[in-house]
């Protein structure tokens, strides 16, 4: 979420993965980061599919796989919301979708032919930006 509640969904057209897959992934991970708390709305339907350039049943499919799996919970007339008995803060449920990330990450480094040392370093210096970003970020809400 960002400071007007929007959330930041990424979708990569060209990753080959199918694109209401991507959304439930970036749903869990924002709930398991803490990013979506239970309680909160996730955005409507119609808004999103249009942020995202996307075909409203694409979402809506998205939310019914997350349904499904018991991450979120619709309410009629109130839209979707994280659900409170799911966990998504479990050290494990962290671990295993990051787990899933970084292993497409090593198999594209493997087809692109990366050596193992320039893919450690490759992380580093993206967790160097991001710390950067951070603060960046941090410094400007306290100005």
Do not use: W
């Not at 080959?16 to 709930?31: E, R, T, W």
């Not at 619709?74 to 839209?79: E, M, S």
């Not at 449920?93 to 050596?115: G, N, S, Y």
């Amino acid at each position: 979420m960002t400071d007007d509640g929007v959330m930041m969904l990424q979708i990569n057209f060209k990753s080959g993965k199918p694109v209401y897959l991507q959304v439930v992934d970036q749903i869990k991970s924002a709930a398991a980061s803490g990013a979506l708390r239970v309680g909160e709305p996730l955005p409507s339907i119609r808004p999103l599919a249009e942020e995202l350039r996307v075909n409203r049943n694409t979402i809506a499919k998205a939310y019914g796989e997350l349904e499904s799996q018991g991450v979120i919970e619709t309410l009629p007339g109130k839209g979707c919301f994280l659900k409170a008995n799911h966990s998504p803060l479990k050290k494990d449920a962290r671990h295993k979708l990051l787990i899933e990330e970084i292993d497409q990450a090593v198999v594209q480094a493997h087809h692109l032919q990366v050596p193992r040392g320039e893919f450690i370093e490759l992380v580093r210096e993206r967790l160097d930006t991001l710390d950067d970003k951070k603060r960046a970020h941090d410094n400007q809400k306290s100005d």
